[in-house]
């Protein structure tokens, strides 16, 4: 049933008028396509008073630009944004009195509560002439006051408001090349570090550096964060894709790599690189530590870029997994700088901590010449540094308070509460999915998210077809106007052409769960009945 | 003695030999284009035990991050490094015992300290359990504590660690818009603002919209602040330069600007946009109101966006001139969105509060059809939003405390004190510079830079080129050897071939200024009498 075609992340405004019966063949076929026919033909301001031509239509923008594609924030969503304002318009407008945004990994928009402690650190950071201050001691743990002072005097005259160094401010690389050795077991060079505003500066910096044209391809998971399509097109790539293999849990087979790197290789496309998300987005695996060693041995074998998404490694929820990093499996196969190029990306978005508004994180790159690394560096210094409170928050999220901190007790209860309550949410999703018709789930081991399969009939893929739209994105549409539930069609992650999905986070607060799966039950069943074939 | 070259950024690495006999004609040579044919030459570690060729080298790099340049923090600024590493371990090892960072605009770490109000609001909206605590009254001043209130009751569940809508916070972008209306007596539609990490974010958006390939030109001052060189480049487009007149205290003159659109269009290249710096940098004229009129008219006449650089907006120094917005003098001629495509950018790391590491930031986009917009907003929304701290610092800018809140006076002094202060450094070394010999420097009227021109006697230019280095920059690294001062060479920022200058910081705290002076002055007059011809 699988067919595996290379081919570029289509374009949202592709004029070609045949392209809405495509989608049997298309991994990456979102919803937006189809609605874009009509918006691509809007007028454009300006063009009647003008002497000259307007300066910039969509006509004339970047095709990079119109290429691009990013389903968590797409059409969905702003559907969902739009419902929201009626709601508070005119309550009662809707079946449901509010939405609730399953669409991104964003806890505390949820509810999600920071940790303390790295709170604490980040407002003494903020505002340092409270530091010493007697009010203070009332107000803050010891430790964090500590921290504070720490981070303050590796900090160049302990100014938060400097730009720093590009890579990041030198000691907090140090706390976290510590944490990293801490982690892995195997040293970690500060200089190896460097610090981004979020895991996805990060990527876009290295697509930036290793896609030249469209006959540079990078292998990307399918279903995929589309981020990597989002940022491979914007840089004029090819995504190959690897699929994989739902039944098996999401396991990702080398056989299957090594089939698209030959096929993409007989096209002619340079394959630089392969990105492997572990824990998985938005499947959810684990990959074992096994099945990673092939992922080295393969990389390395085939001289490939090995570009780690590793944003979701505190994130795992069943006891038969753990998470190893790429850098840790690698250097245990006896591989070193000489033998495989390896950039793995941290995030502070993710994990217990969930502080995607801080747009923290850091990128550590290992396996590259010092020629090249100076080119990083070059790129990186073009934007000065990331945000230092960003900074500041990588450094705690690698080095949290240890047994005896003041914190510890406390940081330990607000960890484990949000992981353990991030596990039972995601086993009482996945089970109420489980049980509905039509409808196959994948455990989420770890990460935020479940991906599940959802067996359309025939008569709903027609009506669909006849509204103009992607089959999931019909389910997803109708799901969210039933029910105010926002999730993303798995178009916009790409899958197996003839298979639907959708992604749905694990994150609503518990609380909200059992009503969730009575909405999303119910919702499923008057949809079957309508369109059962 | 002008030549009116249009040409690309050259590259660091280009392999042709003859590079450094080029750079009378050309605006832009950097001095590291001397020393890039040696370090092109490393060998790239792993090409013996690899079994394929290595994955990475700078031959297989994304040929448009080669060409890349950003002087600001390049070589001086690594040599820099390296003597205080030097100092570090060998104190007394050179004739100075500190290095004086004037390459950059980074005034907090040169010891300017951050505005109080501004720190507080943030500090409190990262650590929000404080705010009800009676210790807090002590430590925060009640309008702080009121406006971190407000701005939580702006944010969705008071969540300041969640991703916002992707332009930013809508409650923030209101506060701003009503800062530019404030500011220009016209109205500002928190639809229209983009918040970014800094301002070099919103600049390369920007780019990667509007350069579809080097057939696209973009119209920048010459000198420019070397973020714009650099994001063309890295966009693949061509900076069409037109040149300052340094003459008449660095004045844009259109006929310059016309007969470079004209020559550059006979040339096959598309022109896009027009970039504006005002106040400018590294140049510190402030532009008279007329003057921006007449951008303006030449940008609608001629169908050109207008990129008008604007984060030096309260750095003016001189009572005959003040600030105005090319939105503020667009509207005033009675042009409206459908006359003009307009981005007007702004940044947290300039004006008095210097926030430089909060990296904040925002672009105000007017102008623009609504399918245009609408692909801004997907580059936007593929990095899903910019940080929150700077979000909020970034509305503490545009509405500051006002009379009768607490703050008020402190806030006034602060502000007034940093800005006299910087009038006075601007001045004290501009008059410093003039008196050297053969040195000639225009008014800081605003910004932060003095870019004085140095006329280089031959005998030190044959010194330079039998040193492999650009004579700007031969002077720049004997300046640093001697005196620890960084300073950039002019051809990072472009000027008249045949002429050199370099730019240089007003921004040492005043109490270091004297000792400046006199090392400039002393270094100089040694480098006059050791190369006088």
Partial sequence: ????????????????????????????????????????????????????????????????????????????????????????????SHPFDEILYCNI?????????????????????????????????????????A????????????????????????????????????????????????????????????MQLLIRSEKDGILCPIPQYPLYSASIALHGGTLVPYYLDEAAGWGLEISELKKQLEDARAKGITVRALCVINPGN???????????????????????????DEVYQENVYVPEKSFHSLKKVSRSMGYGEEDISLVSFQSVSKGYYGECGKRGGYMEITGFSP????????????????????QILASLVMSPPKVGDESYDCY???RDGILSSLARRAKTLEDALNSLEGVTCNKAEGAMYLFPRVQLPQKA?????????????????????????VVVPGSGFGQVPGTWHFRCTILPQEDKIPAIVSRLTDFHKKFMDEYRD
């Fill in 147 to 206: 921290r504070a002072w720490q981070i303050l005097d590796q900090i160049p005259g302990g100014a938060t408001g400097a730009y720093s160094h590009s890579q990041g401010i030198k000691g907090l690389r140090d706390t976290i090349a510590a944490g990293i050795e801490a982690r892995d077991g195997f040293p970690a060079d500060p200089n190896d570090i460097f610090l981004t505003d979020g895991a996805s500066v990060g990527v876009h910096m290295m």
């Fill in 461 to 485: 893929i027609k009506a669909a077809e006849a509204a103009n739209s992607a089959p999931d994105a019909f389910y997803c549409r109708h799901l969210l106007n039933a029910t105010g539930i």
């Fill in 371 to 390: 020629d090249v690394r100076e080119q990083i560096y070059k790129v990186a210094s073009v934007n000065l540094c990331s945000n230092i409170t960003g």
């Fill in 1 to 92: 049933m699988r067919r595996f075609v290379i081919r570029r992340v289509r374009s949202l405004l592709d004029r070609s008028n045949q392209h809405h019966h495509h989608y049997k063949n298309n991994p990456f076929l979102l919803s937006s396509q189809y609605q874009s026919r009509f918006l691509s033909s809007t007028s454009v301001l300006g063009s009647s008073s003008s002497p000259m031509a307007p300066a910039v239509t969509v006509d004339t923008i970047n095709p990079k630009v119109l290429k691009c594609e990013y389903a968590v924030r797409g059409e969905i969503v702003t559907l969902a944004q739009r419902l929201q304002q009626d709601l508070k318009d005119n309550p009662g």
């Fill in 282 to 308: 938005p499947t959810g695996q684990v990959l074992a530590e096994e099945n990673l060693r092939e992922i080295v041995e393969f990389s390395k074998q085939e001289g490939l870029v090995l570009l780690a």
């Fill in 412 to 414: 330990c209860a607000e």
């Fill in 105 to 145: 990994g964003n806890p505390q928009s949820l509810g999600q509560q920071p940790i303390t402690f790295f709170r604490e650190v980040l407002a003494l950071c903020d505002h340092t002439p409270i530091l010493d201050k007697s009010e203070t001691q009332g107000l803050f743990s010891t430790d964090a006051i």
